[in-house]
C-alpha cells in the first residue's frame, strides 16, 4: 500500500486537498484528529500530559485545554519538545492500528502530517504532497479564516518550516491559489498517477 504523506503550511488548504481525494474514495488518516483522540478523558497521553504540565490545561469539563497548552508551548522549545515526546508516540500507535485496518487491497492511502517538516516524519511516508501558495495568501486566509490579528497570524506563519523547506522534501505539489474545481482537478491527477504507482504501472 502506497503511503502519501499531504502536508502544507497553515491555511494552504490541505483540508480542501484531503476532501478531494477523500470523494474519489480515497481513504485518508488525519494526524490532527489521531491527536484529538489521543488526548480524551481517560487516554494515557492525557495522563502524561496532566503530569508533565499541571491541571492549569485541563478545561472544567474534563477535556484538554487546547488553547491554555498551546499559548504555554508555543514560544519555549524545551515544552514543546516536552510535549512532542508524548504525543508522538501516542499519535504513531494510533495511526498504525488504523492502516492495519484498512483492506489489504488499499492501493494507496493518504496520511495528512501537517508538521510532517518540523517533526521529520518524512521517512515514514513513501512520497510527500505538499500543498503550496504564497505566504501573503496564507496570511490572508488566515485572518479570514480564524480571525487572529495580523500580529498573531505573522507570528504563527513564522513558527512554521518554510515555503522553501516544505518544497525541498516534496515529491509533488499541489499549487493551491484557484478555485475549488481547479484544486479538484489537480486531486484528480494525482489520483490517477498514485494509483499507477501503486500498481506499478510506473516508477515516478
Known amino acids: 500500500m502506497l503511503r502519501v504523506g499531504l502536508t502544507g503550511g497553515i491555511a ?6 484531503a476532501t478531494c481525494f477523500e ?19 481517560g487516554q494515557p497521553a492525557l495522563r502524561a500530559l496532566l503530569e508533565a504540565f499541571g491541571p492549569t490545561v485541563l ?12 499559548a504555554r508551548v508555543f514560544a519555549d522549545t524545551t515544552e514543546r519538545k516536552r510535549l512532542e515526546a508524548i504525543l508522538h508516540p501516542a499519535i504513531r ?6 492502516l492495519a485496518a484498512l483492506p489489504m487491497t488499499t492501493p494507496y492511502v493518504v496520511i ?6 518540523e517533526t521529520g516524519r518524512g521517512d515514514r511516508v513513501d512520497r510527500v504532497l505538499v500543498v503550496d501558495c504564497p505566504p501573503e495568501l496564507q496570511l490572508s486566509r488566515l485572518l479570514a479564516r480564524d480571525g487572529e490579528s ?7 506563519l513564522a513558527a512554521q518550516a518554510s515555503r522553501a523547506e516544505r518544497l525541498a522534501i516534496a515529491d509533488d505539489v499541489i499549487e493551491n491559489t484557484g ?15 498514485y ?10
Do not use: F
Not at 12 to 17: E, I, N, P, T
Not at 93 to 98: E, N, P, V, Y
Not at 195 to 204: E, K, P, V, Y
Open 12 to 17: 494552504s488548504g490541505k483540508s480542501a486537498v
Open 23 to 41: 470523494r474519489l474514495g480515497v481513504p485518508v488518516i488525519d494526524t490532527d484528529q489521531l491527536a484529538r483522540e489521543v488526548v480524551e478523558p
Open 59 to 70: 478545561a472544567v469539563n474534563g477535556q484538554l485545554d487546547r488553547r491554555a497548552l498551546r
Open 93 to 98: 500507535t494510533r495511526l498504525a492500528a488504523k
Open 112 to 117: 495528512a502530517i501537517p508538521l510532517l517538516v
Open 150 to 156: 495580523e500580529t498573531g497570524a505573522r507570528a504563527i
Open 179 to 193: 478555485g475549488l474545481g481547479e484544486l479538484a482537478e489537480r486531486v484528480a491527477a494525482l489520483h490517477e498517477h
Open 195 to 204: 494509483q499507477a504507482l501503486a500498481s506499478g504501472r510506473t516508477d515516478r
